[in-house]
Structure formats: structure tokens, C-alpha cells
T-cell receptor, first 113, second 114 residues
């Protein structure tokens, strides 16, 4: 069974630009969560999607948004990038919200210059 | 509010030594899940264990064992006979009931010296 896939793996952007990251879940997994990992703030929850609906949201500004498609693939978007958005963005999936066991992808490392 | 504390920032041990990683948590919820994840240099978080707050039974899986003590709000992780491949950052995490947002500790970087 293929694991969680995240694309791209590495990304370099400049301040003010926007970026879209993609996450393809494990086959059969319909719940997708996103996390941001930085040296200063550690691992922080961004949002969770299930059945194309945002189920839960962390404490991040509105520049951070996401969506989920009917095939359970998810994207997250960050607009008006700031230097502080440089981070490893991790996607985690699980079969459904009740299972409570998340499997993580390799992450997308975003660098904002 | 939920909070997970991993007081040990970095630990170094010599191969074959045993090592215990500490995790202390705070929550007002009576039910919750606790987790341990391993993050090797590749960056991917690897699931190690999930524990329901109602289940205080200790668990052993090969060289890994976990000690959950609700009375002290601790969920410690022991690696027996450590190996170089155990070198990684280990995270303890908690989820509140009915939710899947993991609250992570700051992690403990374990280095196993050959």
C-alpha cells in the first residue's frame, strides 16, 4: 500500500507570493490533516478535512487555507507569503475521523526568501 | 487547554544502552489519546504507539516499551538496547476527545553513538 504522498518536496518562494501544496492520502483514507513544523514553534496543527469539509482548524491567520477534493486529495494554500512561513509542512491521513491514528507524509519544505 | 512537555531536549547514549524519554501532559479532558512519533532525518513522522486515556496498561513492542501513569500525567517511552538506527527526534502528542488535532511536545533528539 502506497504511503502518503506530498508534492512538491521542496519549494522556494519570495515574500508576497502565494503557494499551493498537495497531499495524496493513503488509499482508503478520507481524513486529511495539515501541520506546520518550524524550529521556533515546533509542530502545530493547521486544519483537518473530511468529506471535502473542513472539520477543525488551528490558530493560523486567514492567509492559510485548504481544501479537499472528492478523491480525498487535499491542497493547502498560503497567500502573501512571509519569511516566517518558512517551514516543513506535513500532511497526515487516516481512514476517517474516528480512527484517531494519523499517518504522515514526508512533508514539503517551503523556504521563503 | 492541552499541553505536552518533553523536558529532555537532547539525549546521547552509547549503543546497547537503555534510554527513557519523558513526556508529561496537561489536559482538562477526562478522555484523550496519547501518542509517540519518531522523526528520522528524512523528516517523515513515523507512528509508534497510541494509548487511550482509559487504558493504563503498559505496553511492550520489541525493544520499545511505554509506561503510562495517569496519576502523574506521564507517558514515558523506553528503548532497550538502543541501536544507531534509533537516532531521531521523538515526539509525544495528545488529542482531545472527538478531535484529531495533535498537540505535540517540543521533541527529544536522541543520538545513539556506535
Amino acid at each position: 500500500k502506497a504511503g502518503v504522498t506530498q508534492t512538491p518536496r521542496y519549494l522556494i518562494k519570495t515574500r508576497g507570493q502565494q503557494v499551493t501544496l498537495s497531499c495524496s492520502p493513503i488509499s482508503g483514507h478520507r481524513s486529511v490533516s495539515w501541520y506546520q513544523q518550524t524550529p521556533g514553534q515546533g509542530l502545530q496543527f493547521l486544519f483537518e478535512y473530511f468529506s471535502e469539509t473542513q472539520r477543525n482548524k488551528g490558530n493560523f491567520p486567514g492567509r492559510f487555507s485548504g481544501r479537499q477534493f472528492s478523491n480525498s486529495r487535499s491542497e493547502m494554500n498560503v497567500s502573501t507569503l512571509e519569511l516566517g512561513d518558512s517551514a516543513l509542512y506535513l500532511c497526515a491521513t487516516q481512514p476517517n475521523p474516528q480512527v484517531n491514528e494519523q499517518f504522515f507524509g514526508p512533508g514539503t519544505r517551503l523556504t521563503v526568501l | 487547554a492541552q499541553k505536552v512537555t518533553q523536558a529532555q531536549t537532547e539525549i546521547s547514549v552509547v549503543e546497547k544502552e537503555d534510554v527513557t524519554l519523558d513526556c508529561v501532559y496537561e489536559t482538562r479532558d477526562t478522555t484523550y489519546y496519547l501518542f509517540w512519533y519518531k522523526q528520522p532525518p528524512s523528516g517523515e513522522l513515523v507512528f509508534l504507539i497510541r494509548r487511550n486515556s482509559f487504558d493504563e496498561q503498559n505496553e511492550i513492542s520489541g525493544r520499545y516499551s511505554w509506561n503510562f501513569q495517569k496519576s502523574t500525567s506521564s507517558f514515558n517511552f523506553t528503548i532497550t538496547a538502543s541501536q544507531v538506527v534509533d537516532s531521531a527526534v521523538y515526539f509525544c502528542a495528545l488529542t482531545p476527545p472527538g478531535a484529531n488535532n495533535l498537540f505535540f511536545g517540543t521533541g527529544t533528539r536522541l543520538t545513539v553513538i556506535p
